[in-house]
């Protein structure tokens, strides 16, 4: 944080606001009305999305001076590594409506503030791309358990074969959440065919479209030129159609005449998910990868539990952010249950309504191992690109540190529930 105060000094302003109201109003004028509604959004009447940031006001913490801190660590130990920082970013797709270079530039980011990288399903770029803008950075890849057992097993081949170092499996999205921002402007960004790179770059992906296509055009599609199918055309097609729709905020008919790049669309919102996932497929994931498995969006500690039994080697408590079920349990008031259901014998990662270091401080001290960061980066990337990430993650771990020193602690390790009052 010394490094932020003397920027001040010096007279350097921050990239972005530092406030997280003021950079979100700062990445509100600076996207376009769809790319902000879908970031910033949440389900319903946005409940949750208040419910979970409002829920760190219910603890305070106690100030503690005289205690000699002046060496202070914020590292972990996580997935087998020590961390520098207790903070992971959060996987958040479709990235190209914040910025153009999306995931490429958060990786980026992320890398250099040695803070682990949770890669979406729904990314903007290739995961092989993103390793390669990166290839130091740490990666956590997270899936989307497709309808097509073969698509997901190509999928965690490619992120082991990428160097990810673990799998995060969302729970919480088998069906998509009631976006009323989004559907107020009757926009969703995958019909467009952003968000699918993922998977328009993966083999048994693309020979899903060409079995689509061969079936014949639909009844509804309009008449189309025939297409040779190899899956680089695949892969350009739904390039092209992607920057169609960048270019002219077009919508699916207009932009998707092709019918390779709306093969691929329609592919993929076929395949995306099943809302008839049980936990007896989990095991199936296993089959699949030999990375740890953790599982994200779990809010109920009798499913921390399961999930333990099951042999997940990680709980993500998250409910989205607010983008699910409105009116859910805020995450931050389910987090001690879950906690002690898990009794230390995996890690629990927490997500949902972070916004600033005491926010994080918080969560570290009701016993998250680690702390997931979603929308304010998000609004780094929109208002200044890569910069923007790491002034985004870097403020928040600014005032960690401080919040850390200020409540008489040296290391994460000694913060615990006594750093506490509940209100
Ligand atoms: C998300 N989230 C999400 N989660 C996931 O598992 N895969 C994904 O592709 C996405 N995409 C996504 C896009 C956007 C724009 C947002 C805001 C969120 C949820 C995300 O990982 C995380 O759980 C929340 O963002 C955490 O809440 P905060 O930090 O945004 O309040």
């Known amino acids: 944080q010394s490094e932020i105060y003397r920027a001040g000094i010096s007279g350097t302003k921050p990239g972005i606001p530092v406030d997280a109201d003021r950079l979100e109003e700062s990445a509100r004028r600076a996207l376009s009305a769809e790319a902000f509604a879908y970031i910033a ?13 409002a829920a760190f006001g219910r603890w305070q913490v106690w100030p503690r001076p005289l205690r000699d ?25 479709v990235m190209e409506m914040a910025h153009g270079d999306a995931d490429l530039a958060v990786a ?70 009631w976006r009323t921002r989004d559907l107020d402007l009757a926009y969703l960004p995958f019909t467009r065919g952003m968000g699918i790179a993922q998977y328009t770059s993966d083999p048994v992906f693309q020979q899903l479209v060409r079995e689509r296509v061969r079936r014949g055009p639909d009844a509804a599609a309009p008449p189309a030129p025939p297409v040779r199918l190899t899956p680089q055309t695949v892969a350009a097609g739904v390039k092209i159609a992607r920057k169609g729709a960048a270019l002219t905020g077009g919508g ?15 592919t ?33 500690p009798d499913d921390a539990a399961r999930a333990v039994d099951v042999g997940a080697d990680g709980v993500w408590v998250s409910n989205h ?20 259901r898990i009794g ?12 600033q270091g005491s926010d994080a401080f918080i969560a570290l001290a009701l016993g998250a191992t680690a ?43 000694e913060v615990g529930r006594g750093a506490l009052r509940e209100v």
């Open 252 to 266: 699916l008919r207009e932009n998707l005449r092709s019918p390779l790049p709306r093969a691929a669309v329609e």
């Open 371 to 413: 702390v997931a960061i979603g929308r304010p980066y998000a609004y780094g990337l929109g208002i200044a690109g890569e910069d923007g990430v790491r002034e985004a993650v870097r403020n928040i771990l600014a005032e960690l540190d401080i919040t850390l020193g200020l409540s008489g602690h040296t290391s994460i390790a």
């Open 41 to 53: 959004g949440g389900a319903g009447a946005e409940r949750t999305l208040r419910a979970n940031a």
């Open 69 to 93: 801190v002046a060496a202070r660590d914020l590292s972990i130990d996580f997935l087998g590594r020590r961390r520098p920082t207790p903070l992971l970013l959060a996987p958040l797709g």
């Open 108 to 177: 980026r980011a992320a890398a250099s503030l040695g803070v682990p990288y949770t890669l979406s399903n729904q990314a903007s770029f290739p995961m092989e791309e993103v390793r390669d803008a990166a290839p130091d950075g740490s990666r956590l890849f997270q899936l989307y358990w497709s309808a097509d057992d073969e698509l997901n097993a190509s999928l965690l081949r490619r992120a082991e074969a990428s160097g990810c170092e673990a799998v995060v499996v969302t729970l919480d999205t088998h069906l998509l959440g």
């Open 344 to 355: 230390g014998r995996v890690p629990v990662i927490f997500d949902s309504g972070v916004r």
């Open 268 to 300: 993929f919102l076929d395949v995306f998910s099943t809302p008839a996932l049980t936990w007896d497929d989990l095991a199936k994931a296993r089959e699949w990868t030999t990375l740890p498995i953790l599982l994200k969006g779990i809010v109920h």
């Open 321 to 340: 952010g607010g983008r699910q079920i409105d009116q859910s349990v805020p995450t931050l008031e389910a987090l001690p249950a879950v906690v002690e």
